[in-house]
């Protein structure tokens, strides 16, 4: 990898010196000076001899060759590299569920004079109307696309609307629920897709201008997942810009409290039209802090699931071994709803290979639950409270401390290493300098930068993330969910590199009546415990019934 970090830095060399004989053909390959293996050297960290500098350059030229010569081969986005990733190893086991559920019942809801007044209304509420057919399917959908067409101008949230697919959908639904036939509490739930899913009919575009007008002919596997339970897919949302931060090539996404405020991201686009009350609910997906970074931001209650929880077919790829994709909501119990119909392996994903014990339901108590928090983590007055609250509802909280003998977001490489490669044409060909973001922070400087670090430190840093992982296991043997305050949390690097689940809620409002926001994090594969737990919290709090005023 030294040799071809030492070709990457010449091959933009105008004038070499001193060329080496190569068996390469010198049109295809640049020439070599004893400067430039010097120079890459120091860029990985070392100072190579003269003599080791001679031994190098004619590997370095061969390797470039070999390089060249697999360029030649196109990749789509959607092949994976021949490894997986597994956040349970070898010793690791999954642990039953220690909470005891009580299924949930449909409430008794009554059609409003103004469906307006439904559209903040909860999963289930909408569910019961739907049963009871008092609400139309193709009512609820219009409702929706309605208000997306009246507030997208607002919250540049919708990069496309799927009218006639979601109308269709929804006849299709009603027609069924006139037989009798009711698929379950999403059947006729309008939700939203984060625009790095791929559907059929649709362009999926990825946030940037380069991807415009692409369109990927599969449904991923959560659309037909979501197709089969009911649930009626009105738009394509925003992300940032190839799943980074909230700016796309229609604007940035703004909060719903706060519009001169972005969302966040870079599910940007499902943060905030769940909680403007445009969808029911909508996907995302989390590589570091995608979903919880929005959700805090907008007051949105997000899950992001166990890696491996949920299937990434037909999702665009950043990172192979940190995506997750996950449900944006205005309750946890909306989002165990939502993650109980998208959850599973499907043959299709090589890493979604764990199907584990989930219900949906409300805890019958909670006596012996054990929750930590990060000490110090709440000296600050605003999210103080949070502790007084879980007392409240028979929990006794208890300090720990987080994994501290790795920082993790020394690993982040990781992360970089891993999307650089996933766009590597996007760098090579030059169209990195038509993305919407050009500066020090952006992917196109950062997946420049990425092909310097050299693969020895990219393999050293997943070797470092195993004892993270041993380590993440040890705390979590310890307590069954932990609880902090979302903003500059450091367990976000942490649990997303050991593929914990995490769900991010609204706690409050701060003093410029924006959400301040909580974060509950669980066992792997534990989603069962940690929903319930936030749910309870969430339901005898009530802050995640307070909803922006945008009209």
């Given amino acids: 990898m030294i040799a071809l970090l030492a070709c990457a830095l010449l091959f933009q060399d105008p004038a070499p010196k001193a060329p080496v004989d190569s068996k390469s053909d010198p049109k295809q390959a640049p020439l070599l000076t004893s400067d430039d293996v010097l120079h890459s050297g120091k860029v990985a960290g070392f100072t190579w001899t003269p003599e080791q500098i001679t031994l190098m350059q004619q590997s370095v030229l061969d390797d470039f060759t070999t390089a060249q010569k697999l360029w030649q081969f196109h990749l789509d986005n959607e092949v994976p590299p021949a490894f997986r990733f597994d956040p349970i190893l070898p010793g690791m086991q999954v642990a039953p569920p220690r909470l005891e559920l009580v299924a949930d019942e449909l409430p008794a809801t009554k059609r409003p004079a103004n469906l307006e007044d439904l559209a903040f209304a909860s999963i289930p509420e909408l569910a019961a109307l739907i049963k009871t057919k008092q609400v139309s399917c193709v009512e609820l959908a219009q409702l929706s696309l309605a208000r997306l067409k009246r507030l997208d101008p607002k919250l540049f949230c919708v990069v496309s609307l799927t009218e006639t697919r979601a109308l269709a959908q929804a006849k299709k639904l009603d027609e ?4 009798g036939h009711w698929r379950g509490m999403l059947h ?8 790095l899913l791929a559907a059929r009919g649709t362009k999926t575009t990825w946030g940037s201008p380069i991807f415009k007008d692409q369109v990927i002919d599969v449904d991923a596997t959560v659309v037909l997942k979501l ?17 980074y931060g909230d700016l796309w090539f229609g604007g940035r996404t703004r909060n719903p409290w706060s519009l001169e405020q972005g969302s966040s991201g870079s599910s940007a686009g499902p943060a905030s039209a769940t909680v403007a009350g445009c969808v029911a609910f909508a996907i995302g997906s989390e590589t570091l802090g995608s979903i919880m970074s929005p959700s805090s931001r907008c007051g949105a209650s997000g899950l992001r699931p166990t890696f491996g929880a949920v299937s990434r077919h037909g999702a665009m790829a950043l990172s192979w071994t940190m995506d997750k994709l996950g449900p944006l909501c205005r309750s946890a119990q909306d989002c165990a709803i939502v993650f109980d119909a998208i959850r599973g392996p499907d043959g299709k994903d090589q890493d979604a290979v764990h199907d584990t014990c989930f219900a949906v339901g409300h805890a019958k108590n909670l006596v012996g639950l054990r929750v930590g928090y990060p000490r110090h ?7 103080k409270k949070v502790l007084d609250e879980l007392r409240a509802i028979g929990v006794t909280p208890v300090p720990i401390d987080l994994p501290a003998r790795i920082d993790a977001s020394d690993l982040l490489s990781i992360l970089v290493c891993e999307a650089a490669t996933a766009f590597d044409e996007l760098t090579r060909s030059g169209d990195d ?3 919407v973001w050009q500066d020090k922070e952006a992917w196109p400087n950062t997946f420049r ?7 020895v430190e990219y393999l050293r840093a997943m070797r470092l993330r195993t004892l993270l992982m041993r380590d993440m296991d040890a705390l979590m043997q310890q307590v069954d969910v932990f ?3 979302s903003e500059g949390s450091q367990s976000l690097a942490l649990t997303n590199l050991t593929g914990h689940p995490s769900i991010a809620m609204p706690d409050g409002l701060d003093g410029r009546g924006r959400p301040n926001s909580i974060t509950f994090t669980g066992r792997l594969f534990g989603e069962q415990d940690l929903l319930a737990i936030a749910r309870a919290w969430q339901e005898s709090t009530h802050y995640h019934q307070e909803h922006p005023k945008l009209e």
């Fill in 433 to 435: 300098a038509k993305m």
């Fill in 377 to 383: 983590a709440f000296d600050k007055r605003t999210h």
């Fill in 176 to 179: 069924e629920l006139a037989q």
């Fill in 188 to 195: 006729g739930m309008p939700w939203g897709a984060k625009d």
């Fill in 227 to 243: 197709d089969a339970a009911g649930a009626v897919l009105v738009a394509k949302l925003s992300l940032g810009e190839i799943a």
């Fill in 483 to 485: 609880v902090n305050p």
């Fill in 449 to 455: 930068a990425a092909r310097m670090i050299p693969a």
